[in-house]
């Protein structure tokens, strides 16, 4: 099995912290099997939004 270290994390540009955060989740919707649900990662998540990068949507 595969391990992130929080150093890994802490190099990663934006477009590559991204691109984690959207295939974490899409793990832990193949994990748990969420029927009709919805997986929402922005892009660019340096924009002020409020604190929300992504979600999965039931």
Known sequence: MNSISLENITNLKAEQLTQLFLMLLHLEYKKYNFPN???NVLQN???ADGGEDGR???
Do not use: E, L
């Open 37 to 39: 649900s919805y997986i």
């Open 45 to 47: 998540i340096i924009t």
């Open 56 to 58: 999965i949507t039931i």
